[in-house]
């Protein structure tokens, strides 16, 4: 019992923070190439399809190095992109049930955000063993 009690105080103390440290950080980072691009006079559907590539590049990077403490490798980015494109999925079909339950966009978006953030954690959590 203490070892799976240290486990979790250990999870939730350093790895998650880590986790969730680089994906602020790498939202900051698309808005801002978001930004640059749209500066640019790119337009703003390129602007997303551009600097979301990027960041996924930069935040499977990140992810490995420093949430993970791994190499990174292209076995890591597929299983990220994987992760991610069923992360997505799961929000947008959830997103229908939260319109039919009547949330507000707002509290939509907030609702994904985090079901999106607990959903790639523990699967890539799960899958940094």
């Known amino acids: 019992m203490r070892k799976i009690k240290n486990y979790f105080l250990d999870l939730f103390n350093k790895r998650i923070?880590?986790?969730?440290g680089v994906g602020i950080i790498g939202e900051i980072f698309y808005l801002l190439l978001f930004s640059?691009?749209?500066l640019l006079n790119f337009k703003s559907t390129f602007s997303v399809l551009l600097s979301g590539i990027?960041?996924?590049?930069?935040?499977s990077y990140m992810h490995a190095k420093f949430s993970f403490r791994m190499d990174f490798h292209f076995k890591f980015l597929f299983q990220?992109?994987?992760?991610?494109?069923?992360?997505?999925f799961?929000?947008?079909?959830?997103?229908?049930?939260?319109?039919?339950?009547?949330?507000?966009n707002l509290s939509i978006a907030?609702?994904?955000l985090i079901i999106w953030g607990t959903l790639s954690f523990g699967?890539?959590?799960y899958l940094a063993k």
């Open 17 to 20: 923070f880590r986790f969730f």
């Open 36 to 38: 640059l691009f749209t």
């Open 54 to 59: 990027i960041c996924i590049f930069f935040n």
């Open 80 to 88: 990220y992109i994987t992760i991610q494109l069923f992360c997505i």
């Open 90 to 104: 799961s929000t947008y079909i959830l997103s229908f049930l939260f319109v039919w339950i009547g949330m507000n």
């Open 110 to 112: 907030f609702a994904t």
């Open 123 to 125: 699967l890539m959590n």
